[in-house]
C-alpha cells in the first residue's frame, strides 16, 4: 500500500481512446483487439491468497512470468526493484520523456518503463511502473532464507481504467478487454450483497463511507492492507483503549510500526454492520496525504483484506462499488 503519488498520472480517456492517458508520459495502450465479433470482451484471471493474506495474479514482464500482488491501495503498479534487471527494467533516464523518480511515502522512487505487461490475453505496452524495494513482504523459509512472495504490485492505474471486477469468494479478477463495450462485466451474483458507493480521491485510491463506534469516518479499501487497520490519533480521540502486540507493520519506505489492538463494538461500511471487531492500530499519517485524516468525516483507516474476504467483497471499478454481506 502506498499512497504519495504526483497527479500527472491521468487515466480517465481510456474507455474512450483504449488508452490510458498520462500527461507528459507514453501512454498506456492496450494491444489492438481484433474485430468487435470475434474479440472476446473480457479477460477472468484465478487469484491465489499468499500466507500473507494478499492477492496474488500471475502475469508476464516482458515476455518474462511474473506475479503481482493485486493492491487497491496502491495508485501506480510497481516491479520490485531486485528483479528489474531479470524483467529487464531499467530505470529511466533524467532526460526521459517521464520523471525519472517519483516521491513515495517520503522517499525517492525510481521510475521504468515495460515494453509489455501480460495479464492473460490482454497485453499492456510502454507502461510506467515505480521500482520498489519489496524486501519487507518476504517472510524466513524453513531452510533459514527468504521466500518471495511477488515479483510487483498490479495498481489502480491498470485496474480502474480497465474497470477490474475483483470477486473475494470466486478469487477472480476479471478485466475489461475493450473498455469501449459498454454495460456491466456479466456472471456476478450480487444477491445478498450491500452495494457501498465507493469515492475516489484526487490520488487515485477509493474511499468508502462508515461508522467507528458510531462516529462518521471513511476507510480507504486497500487489498494490499493484510488485515483492517485504524489510525491511531483517530482512536485516541475517541478514547478507545488500545492493547499492545507482538505484531509489526511495514509499508513501502516505511519502518517497522507496532500494532496495537482495540476492541470497535459498534463497525459499519455503508449500511452493513459489522458489529463488533477487534482491529489494529497504527500511525497513518505516512500513508495518508492530503489533509483526509482530518476531513470531515475524517479517513479513519484503512479497510484490509481480511474484512474483505470475511464480508465475501466484490469491488467493481467499472461502477465504483464495493459489494459486501454477511
Known amino acids: 500500500m502506498f499512497t504519495d503519488i504526483p497527479l500527472f498520472f491521468w487515466r480517465k480517456n481510456l474507455a474512450a481512446l483504449l488508452i490510458a492517458l498520462v500527461v507528459a508520459l507514453p501512454a498506456l495502450a492496450v494491444a489492438r483487439p481484433p474485430a468487435r465479433d470475434e474479440a472476446p470482451q473480457y479477460e477472468a484471471l484465478p487469484l491465489v491468497r499468499s500466507s500473507q493474506n494478499?492477492?496474488?495474479?500471475?502475469?508476464?514482464i516482458n515476455g518474462k512470468p511474473a506475479v503481482l500482488l493485486v493492491d487497491t491501495g496502491a495508485p501506480l503498479s510497481a516491479v520490485a526493484i531486485d528483479r528489474a534487471t531479470h524483467f529487464g527494467m531499467n530505470p529511466v533516464s533524467a532526460k526521459s520523456k517521464i520523471p525519472s523518480r517519483?516521491?513515495?511515502n517520503g522517499a525517492f522512487n525510481a521510475m521504468s518503463i515495460a515494453r509489455s505487461l501480460r495479464l492473460g490475453a490482454l497485453?499492456?505496452?510502454?507502461?510506467?511502473?515505480?521500482?520498489?524495494?519489496?524486501?519487507?513482504?518476504?517472510?524466513s523459509s524453513k531452510d533459514g532464507g527468504q521466500e518471495?512472495?511477488?515479483?510487483?504490485?498490479?495498481?489502480?492505474?491498470i485496474l480502474s481504467p480497465l474497470m477490474a471486477v475483483l470477486d473475494y469468494?470466486?478469487?477472480?479478477?476479471?478485466?475489461?478487454?475493450?473498455?469501449?463495450?459498454?454495460?456491466?462485466?456479466?456472471?456476478?451474483n450480487f444477491r445478498g450483497h450491500r452495494r457501498v458507493r465507493m469515492?475516489?480521491?484526487?490520488g487515485y485510491n477509493l474511499y468508502v463511507d462508515g461508522s467507528v463506534n458510531g462516529t462518521k469516518a471513511r476507510l480507504m479499501v486497500d487489498t494490499g492492507a493484510f488485515a483492517t487497520l485504524l489510525?491511531?490519533?483517530?482512536?485516541?480521540?475517541?478514547?478507545?483503549?488500545?492493547?499492545?502486540?507482538?505484531?509489526?507493520?511495514?509499508?513501502?519506505?516505511?519502518?517497522?510500526?507496532?500494532?496495537?489492538?482495540?476492541?470497535?463494538?459498534?463497525?459499519?461500511?455503508?449500511?452493513?454492520?459489522?458489529q463488533s471487531h477487534r482491529v489494529g492500530v497504527i500511525n497513518l499519517e505516512r500513508l495518508i496525504h492530503g489533509?483526509?485524516?482530518?476531513?470531515s468525516p475524517p479517513v479513519a483507516g484503512l479497510l484490509g483484506s481480511e474484512m474483505l474476504a470475511r464480508y465475501h467483497a466484490i469491488i467493481d471499478f467499472g461502477t465504483k462499488s464495493l459489494y459486501l454481506k454477511n
Not at 517497522?256 to 470497535?264: G, M
Open 54 to 60: 494478499h492477492l496474488l495474479v500471475r502475469a508476464e
Open 199 to 202: 469515492r475516489e480521491s484526487e
Open 123 to 139: 497485453n499492456l505496452v510502454d507502461e510506467a511502473m515505480v521500482l520498489i524495494d519489496f524486501s519487507y513482504l518476504r517472510q
Open 231 to 274: 489510525h491511531s490519533q483517530f482512536v485516541l480521540r475517541m478514547k478507545i483503549p488500545l492493547r499492545q502486540t507482538q505484531f509489526k507493520s511495514v509499508g513501502v519506505n516505511l519502518a517497522q510500526s507496532r500494532v496495537r489492538l482495540a476492541n470497535i463494538t459498534r463497525f459499519s461500511v455503508g449500511s452493513l454492520d459489522m
Open 148 to 157: 518471495r512472495e511477488s515479483d510487483g504490485i498490479l495498481g489502480t492505474d
Open 291 to 295: 489533509g483526509l485524516l482530518d476531513a
Open 169 to 188: 469468494d470466486r478469487m477472480l479478477l476479471v478485466l475489461k478487454i475493450d473498455p469501449r463495450v459498454s454495460g456491466s462485466v456479466p456472471g456476478f
Open 102 to 104: 517519483l516521491n513515495i
